[in-house]
């Protein structure tokens, strides 16, 4: 069973940066696409930023050039380094595993907060 256990959330002032780090145990890293999500109050989870196994990343347009996505095989941890961090950034981030065979199999982390504010 995956499990991924997100850490680095905080509270952080406009402007600045933080960098959450996503831990994956239970599976092959490697074999994983990886991504990050975040659930404001009151809205929907929305996907952030998302990394293949090929390391192939994309972003919403909301992050792009400030945000990046990567990951370490060697350490089965995904990052996302948030620069530039704006008070609409504050939400719960959520880190994603997805494994691709002949079925799709996902497992979430427990999430951790991300607040921006002066």
């Known amino acids: 069973q995956v499990q991924l256990v997100e850490s680095g959330g905080d509270l952080v002032q406009p402007g600045g940066s933080l960098r959450l780090s996503c831990a994956v145990s239970?599976?092959?890293?490697?074999?994983?696409?990886m991504s990050w999500h975040r659930q404001a109050p009151g809205k929907e989870r929305e996907l952030v930023a998302s990394?293949?196994?090929?390391?192939?990343?994309e972003y919403a347009v909301s992050v792009k050039g400030r945000f990046t996505i990567a990951r370490d095989n060697a350490k089965n941890t995904a990052y996302l380094q948030m620069n530039s961090l704006k008070p609409e950034d504050t939400a719960v981030y959520y880190c994603?595993?997805?494994?691709?065979?002949?079925?799709?199999?996902?497992?979430w982390g427990q999430g951790t907060q991300v607040t921006v504010s002066s």
């Open positions: 239970g599976f092959t890293f490697r074999g994983l696409e």
């Open positions: 990394i293949t196994t090929g390391d192939s990343t």
């Open positions: 994603r595993a997805t494994f691709r065979t002949f079925k799709t199999y996902i497992s």
